[in-house]
């Protein structure tokens, strides 16, 4: 019985072995394949292309006038001055396309 059980081992270890090696030629190449050719920004825009314009809060219309040079140089935990929201939800307008009016939000509800 005990020799049975080696069989057993030596086979099932035989047969991860070989699925092992199918299997990971394939995966690699799917992995190259999708992060040569993605371009989606899942985190954002892309960055700031420096031409001229002004950055808009989303939530309360808040406009940072600045230019491009001093958004750039502002740290990525800055905040809305009237809501607080974080940079990543400012977006960029042309330049003195946005009226500049805030309506600052108390609550949600």
Do not use: E, H
């Amino acid at each position: 019985m005990n020799s049975y059980w080696k069989i057993v081992v030596l086979v099932l270890v035989a047969v991860m072995v070989q699925s092992s090696l199918a299997f990971s030629p394939a995966t690699t190449q799917i992995q190259t394949t999708i992060s040569s050719t993605s371009q989606l920004n899942l985190f954002g825009a892309a960055k700031d292309d420096g031409s001229p314009g002004d950055y808009v809060c989303k939530d309360c219309g808040y406009v940072f006038t600045k230019g491009p040079a001093a958004w750039a140089k502002l740290d990525d935990k800055y905040k809305c001055p009237p809501c607080g929201a974080p940079k990543f939800r400012f977006k960029k307008v042309p330049k003195g396309s946005a009226s500049g009016k805030v309506d600052v939000k108390k609550s949600w509800f």
